[in-house]
Nanobody, 116 residues
Framework: QVQLVESGGGFVQPGGSLRLSCLAS????????IEWHRQVPGKQRELVAS???????NYADSVKGRFTISRDNAKNTVYLQMNSLKPEDTAVYYC??????????WGQGTQVTVSS
């Protein structure tokens, strides 16, 4: 089965930047729709960004203009470039392969903490 591994999280000051990576196994990565979600304790998981095989992209309103999702199919990797980070961006960030409304494959998550 597909495996997804997130990396790139860390501790940054407000206004700083991080680039998250989602590395996928397999040979069909170019056909996958990949999403980034984030979750904080006591909150519902929220969709941050998504990118399809055709490079259709969407973002949550809260991150538009600050985050950029991209993919490098040759590296089986989707990136989430996060700029102008705010404390409210603090969360565990997960990537997932979206298959349908009932079926997704999730990675382990990477912690992002934005604080002075």
């Amino acid at each position: 089965q597909v495996q997804l591994v997130e990396s790139g999280g860390g501790f940054v000051q407000p206004g700083g930047s991080l680039r998250l990576s989602c590395l996928a196994s397999g040979t069909s990565f170019r056909f996958y729709t990949i999403e980034w979600h984030r979750q904080v304790p006591g909150k519902q998981r929220e969709l941050v960004a998504s990118i399809t095989s055709a490079l259709a992209i969407n973002y949550a309103d809260s991150v538009k203009g600050r985050f950029t999702i991209s993919r490098d199919n040759a590296k089986n990797t989707v990136y989430l470039q996060m700029n102008s980070l705010k404390p409210e961006d603090t969360a565990v960030y997960y990537c997932n392969r979206y298959i349908n409304s009932a079926t997704q494959i999730w990675g382990q998550g990477t912690q992002v903490t934005v604080s002075s």
